[in-house]
């Protein structure tokens, strides 16, 4: 930061900004979190950075999730969502879609929370980002199951596995394994389920 303040470049201030609310918010040290965004979001007021601006509401709606307070963040992904649609930003749009899928999610508003998933899915689906897209669908999965559509939940989870398994992503591939092993436990596929652990 003082670096950035000797050189006076506002995109390197808003990067040092956006480095310390990030720390703070790995620290749990939500109030130096939200200062640090909020001077973010002056950086990018005082350039018109809208892309920027949009990136910090999204952001601080994370903080706000962590302290439990669901509606604020909600509005602040909306604020986000409406500057990706204006700037024609897809990939913000599909990731800001799942965001606000998983604070309904948070809310067991599950319905909601589906449907953000879904405009995720497709955006990715259209930008051809292969790793979103799979991303979105063990959301779309875990969501049906959570909805009591376990056969629906099956089949995403298992067009999600393909996907990373594309990609060559393990790490991302273990988890959707172990999502669907969960899943077929609860149908009382046991045969199945341990398979999908055993692979996790």
């Known amino acids: 930061l003082e670096l950035a303040r000797k050189g006076g470049d506002p995109k390197a201030i808003f990067t040092a900004y956006n480095t310390i609310a990030v ?24 350039i018109n950075d809208r892309g920027r601006m949009a990136n910090t509401f999204s952001n601080m709606s994370t903080v706000y999730k962590d302290l439990g307070n669901q509606p604020k963040a909600i509005d602040l992904l909306h604020q986000s969502l409406r500057i990706d649609q204006e700037l024609g930003n897809k990939e913000g749009m599909a990731g800001t879609y799942n965001n606000i899928g998983n604070t309904f999610k948070r809310l067991n508003e599950f319905d909601k929370a589906l449907e953000n998933y879904e405009r995720s899915a497709a955006l990715y689906t259209e930008l051809g980002k292969t790793k979103g897209r799979a991303g979105a669908m063990v959301s779309i999965g875990t969501t049906h199951s959570d909805l009591g559509e376990p056969d629906k939940a099956v089949t995403e989870l298992g067009i999600a596995i393909d996907l990373y398994r594309q990609l ?8 959707a394994h ?5 899943i077929l436990s609860r149908m009382d596929n046991m045969a199945e389920a341990y398979a999908h652990f055993d692979t996790a």
């Open 168 to 175: 060559g992503n393990k790490l991302d591939r273990g988890k």
């Open 23 to 46: 720390a703070n918010k790995l620290r749990s040290d939500h109030t130096g979190a939200l200062d640090y965004f909020n001077r973010c979001l002056e950086v990018a007021r005082s």
């Open 178 to 182: 172990n999502n669907l092993g969960q």
